[in-house]
């Protein structure tokens, strides 16, 4: 069972806005831990898609954007494309100063 | 451009030991953090554990701890996981992190290994 909790599955149509959830507790990210996703497309090893809870790398499309407030976070994707279809983790730190990630949510494009 | 390119996909049998290999290149190899985390068959990410190629200062995750070693060799710009004993319960993806100094506020990892895959079957 993972630290932090994220919903197994979304889906949306082409075009549509989803958004993925990312539950903590206070000894992680209501602890003051950023949070930061991974998005990782089938066969591939998974790569930085946010960081420090709402910051874009460069590359990253202006369509993911994140947030955090209190013990969870969230990803949102809008504009949904088909090659967003990919499994997306969270991760953030807890209070033992080791990192800890979300099971991870499987995204469906329909 | 920052690069960790890891050693290719193992084949072992129970009790074999294992060394893989994660070679770091485009930056300063012993300036950077490199992490391990395991991926299973179908299941998320686990953090395993963290070496700073400057002065081996390692940290393990509790779950890892004495399951396996993680160490460098900043001559070959080079970070390493092994077993002593492998077990079935092993088998899985191996992929290595890179980050660069600690933050209070917790580091995200970038970039990562294209992963080495770990199969452990008699």
């Known amino acids: 069972q993972s630290v932090l909790t994220q919903p197994p599955s979304v889906s949306g149509a082409p075009g549509q806005r989803v958004t993925i959830s990312c539950t903590g507790s206070s000894s992680n990210i209501g602890a003051g831990y950023d949070v930061h996703w991974y998005q990782q497309l089938p066969g591939t090893a998974p790569k930085l898609l946010i960081y420090?809870?709402?910051n874009r790398p460069s590359g990253v499309p202006d369509r993911f954007s994140g947030s955090k407030s209190g013990t969870s976070a969230s990803l949102a994707i809008t504009g949904l494309q088909a090659e967003d279809e990919a499994d997306y983790y969270c991760q953030s730190y807890d209070s033992s100063l080791s990192p800890v990630f979300g099971g991870g949510t499987k995204l469906t494009v329909l | 451009e920052v690069q960790l390119v890891q050693s290719g996909a193992e084949v072992k049998k129970p009790g074999e030991s294992l060394k893989i290999s994660c070679k770091g290149s485009?930056?300063?190899?012993?300036?950077?953090?490199i992490g391990w985390v395991r991926q299973m068959p179908g299941k998320g990410l686990e953090w395993m554990g963290i070496?700073?190629?400057?002065?081996?200062?390692?940290r393990y995750s509790p779950s890892f701890q004495g399951q396996v070693t993680i160490s460098a060799d900043k001559s070959i710009s080079t970070a390493y996981l092994q077993w002593s004993s492998l077990k079935a319960s092993d088998t899985a993806m191996y992929y290595c992190?890179?980050?660069?100094?600690?933050?209070?506020?917790?580091?995200?990892?970038?970039?990562w290994g294209q992963g080495t895959l770990v199969t452990v079957s008699s």
């Open positions: 992190v890179g980050f660069g100094e600690l933050l209070p506020t917790g580091n995200w990892f970038d970039p």
């Open positions: 070496i700073y190629p400057g002065d081996s200062d390692t």
């Open positions: 420090g809870n709402s």
């Open positions: 485009g930056y300063s190899f012993t300036s950077y953090w």
